[in-house]
């Protein structure tokens, strides 16, 4: 299970303690396409299906649509259904989406890609505070995704490591998107 690190306690505090808890409670998401956590996923598409609606259900009021949607795009990755995050982040023309997609597609095995796309991110501010968090085993997204590959392929000891950093790379963009697009 994920534990919320402390650098991110407080800026993720007005997600609620349900969605704290459905964050702590999912499996660590692993280097590949999995693991699949149900019970996020279930919370997550009735969130979606109230998102689409608007109104008082809106899941993490204070933010722009555009913030909530990174949320989701964020979330999806974590349930492990790496299909809806795509379905958002690749709709999503601005350096967070393309952040996002970079990270889908690192989790699904397609490398290459996945550069791409954090190519496309830019001089995004998440990867100086990921580099920073991590005691440099980050060493920038390109070096990242080729780590993650040489694990994945050759079931390198270092996997439980970069699961590790890749969480922290997931806490940090949450919040440079929740916090630099609020309502």
């Known amino acids: 299970m994920p534990a919320i690190d402390s650098f991110a306690a407080n800026s993720l505090a007005f997600l609620g303690s349900d969605w704290i808890e459905a964050t702590t409670t999912a499996a660590m998401p692993g280097l590949g396409a999995g693991p699949r956590n149900a019970d996020l996923a279930d919370r997550l598409a009735v969130a979606t299906k109230n998102a689409a609606r608007g109104g008082v259900d809106l899941p993490w009021p204070g933010l722009t649509d555009h913030a909530r949607q990174s ?91 970069l699961m590790n950093v890749q969480w922290i790379e997931w806490q940090v963009m949450f919040i440079q998107c929740s916090d630099s697009h609020a309502g």
């Open 71 to 161: 949320c989701f795009a964020a979330f999806w990755l974590l349930a492990g259904d790496l299909d809806r995050s795509h379905s958002i982040s690749q709709d999503d023309g601005s350096p967070d989406g393309s952040f996002w997609h970079g990270i889908m597609h690192r989790r699904e095995g397609d490398y290459g890609n996945a550069k791409y796309w954090f190519r496309r991110a830019g001089e995004h501010p998440a990867f100086a505070e990921i580099e920073k968090r991590s005691d440099g085993i980050y060493g920038g997204y390109s070096s990242f995704a080729d780590a993650c590959q040489l694990a994945v392929q050759a079931g390198n000891r270092d996997a439980d490591q």
